[in-house]
């Protein structure tokens, strides 16, 4: 599973850091280098545009994996030209963001939008596949998640837009109430379907406000 | 009777029964229902107000029921379930039914996606499904999802949609089972037009005898130019329309004399079909055909409110 994300548009990125004139630029070498959107030579092209538009880099880097705690060591012997910079212009995802924002004091600002947690289908093609929302059905729905793969989430589906097995919202998006009734009638367990699901506790998704699990030791 | 409005006695007395759908405006204007209240009522037994369809903004389904209810007609509340949780659905159950709306539908409804704020959060908090099965448990053990009780009466008569013409296909009969089982008591199909298939369909849920336990009315839609027809077919999902009907109106001198044509040979064959127990009729944008469509039928008078034959 990896951080999915997608450019911000430059003026919006732009506009973030209106104030501010000296800029220091983050990398990730995980999932934003796979993905060609926080890498090294996308950060060496966000620097020339950030020049191009009258601001001055300071300095840049690319954390191996931002997310991770090492962050703190990467950021400290970079200390002179983050301290240069009014701010520092981010392009791991908001993990990694948020993992920099943990030992800097300097405004951190998200040139990328994390769009989904997910994974590489085939070469390229990223799909999510896992929301986590903390009540876990794949049991039930032969391993195809319909909180996720519908686009209304539906517990009892398919809707009545499931036309030659794709999704009404999106005809390149195959319904995934379809792939779970074609996986359950191959195991030979399609009148599992016939239970009505019930009602979701979204008390363990989002709903809840931030989770946190503290494990005893 | 669960409810004792007078769809559920036309329809438990075994009467052939009309309903009509009545989209409310993108507005304020209480008049635009009250017409529509005015054409419909001597042609139907109850008509069903949508719920933003499409996802498209319009005045509420609970005001527009009030509306039709000041008019003398019947209404159907439809609900759907993208727009608000299971706190303000149930909440607004229970304002319906004070205001003397019985009669309910439950949907999902169309993605926020095909509307006018795509942007908007889809909720979501349950399916149509589970939504109907919510409504059976307020009324029948008066309590709320959270098995707090209700206080009061709750008289509900509850329906539910389904698309014969939507995959996959024979999966679709067992959401119907579904729906019948979480307790829906009627339910309007997507618009006909495809005999064939919905003929197989009815087959299909005759064979497991489920229009035994539930009302089936088939869905109804005028379509009065070529245009129209060519757009259903190719951007609303799961409507067919054949190439025949397509070609006819593409071929007729006056499309909409043709369109109205159509619609009566569609009702004649979908009354021929064991397990039919009425049509509603979904003349979108086109409210002043219905009361054609249903004397022609044959379907006139309807049966009065409250003296229907038990």
């Known amino acids: 599973m990896i951080s999915i994300t997608q450019p911000k548009p430059f003026e919006e990125v732009l506009e973030s850091i209106s104030q501010d004139q000296k800029i220091y630029l983050v990398g990730c070498g995980t999932c934003t280098t796979t993905q060609h959107t926080g890498g090294k030579a996308e950060v060496l092209a966000m620097k020339e545009k ?9 300095g840049w880097m690319v954390i191996p994996t931002a997310c991770d705690p090492l962050t703190q060591q990467a950021l400290a012997v970079n200390t002179r030209e983050i301290e240069a910079a009014d701010s520092i212009l981010a392009m791991p995802c908001s993990f990694g963001i948020l993992t920099i924002a943990l030992y800097t004091s300097k405004p951190v600002y998200p040139a990328l939008d994390t769009i989904f947690i997910g994974k590489e289908q085939s070469p390229g093609n990223f799909t999510e596949a896992c929301i986590q929302c903390g009540g876990c059905v794949l049991g039930k729905t032969a391993t195809i998640c319909p909180i996720t793969r519908c686009a209304k989430s539906l517990f009892n589906g398919p809707c009545g837009g499931s036309i030659n097995g794709k999704c009404e919202v999106n005809p390149n998006t195959p319904c995934g109430w379809q792939q779970i009734i074609d996986r359950l009638t191959a195991q030979g367990r399609l009148d599992q379907l016939d239970e009505i699901e019930p009602l979701k506790d979204w008390s363990t998704s989002l709903s809840g406000g931030p989770r946190q699990i503290i494990l005893e030791s | 009777m669960k409810a004792g409005t007078n769809l559920e006695k036309v329809l438990t007395s075994g009467q052939f029964a009309v309903t009509a759908e009545a989209g409310p405006p993108k507005g304020t204007s209480a008049r635009v229902v009250q017409q529509k209240a005015e054409i419909l009522r001597p042609y139907c037994d109850a008509v069903n107000i949508t719920d933003n369809q499409t996802a498209v903004v319009r005045m509420s389904s609970l005001a527009g029921c009030v509306l039709l209810k000041q008019q003398d007609v019947e209404p159907v509340m ?40 795509p942007a908007a959060k889809g909720v979501f908090d349950m399916d149509s499904i589970q939504l109907i099965r919510v409504l059976k448990n307020m009324r029948d053990e008066k309590k709320f999802i959270c098995g707090e009780d209700i206080s009061g009466e709750v008289p509900l008569f509850i329906g539910a949609v389904e698309n014969p013409f939507a995959d996959p296909f024979e999966f679709r009969v067992n959401r119907l089972a579904k729906k019948i089982k979480a307790g829906a008591d009627f339910i309007q199909t997507q618009a006909v037009y495809d005999l064939v298939r919905f003929t197989k369909w009815m087959e299909m849920v005759t064979d497991r005898g489920l229009d035994k336990q539930v009302h ?15 757009y ?6 799961g409507i067919n329309v054949p190439q025949s009907i397509t070609s006819r109106l593409e071929d007729a001198k006056n499309a909409k004399e043709e369109g109205l044509k159509i619609t009566l040979e569609i009702i004649e064959h979908i009354r021929t079909l064991p397990g039919v127990h009425g049509i509603h009729i979904m003349a979108v944008g086109w409210e002043e055909i219905i009361p054609d469509i249903v004397s022609k039928a044959g379907l006139l008078p309807r049966p009065v409110s409250g003296k229907v034959p038990e």
Do not use: Y
Request: net charge positive; proline share 3%.
């Open chain 1, 50 to 58: 950030l020049e191009t538009a009258g601001k001055k880099v300071t």
């Open chain 2, 78 to 117: 439809q609900m759907v379930t993208r727009d608000r949780n299971r706190i303000a659905l149930q909440s607004d159950v229970l304002g319906a039914i004070a205001l003397g709306i019985n009669n309910i539908l439950c949907l999902t409804g169309d993605h926020q996606g095909f509307g006018n704020h």
């Open chain 2, 216 to 230: 089936i009315l088939a869905g109804v839609l005028p379509i009065k130019a070529a245009g129209m027809a060519r």
């Open chain 2, 232 to 237: 259903m077919r190719d951007s609303v999902p």
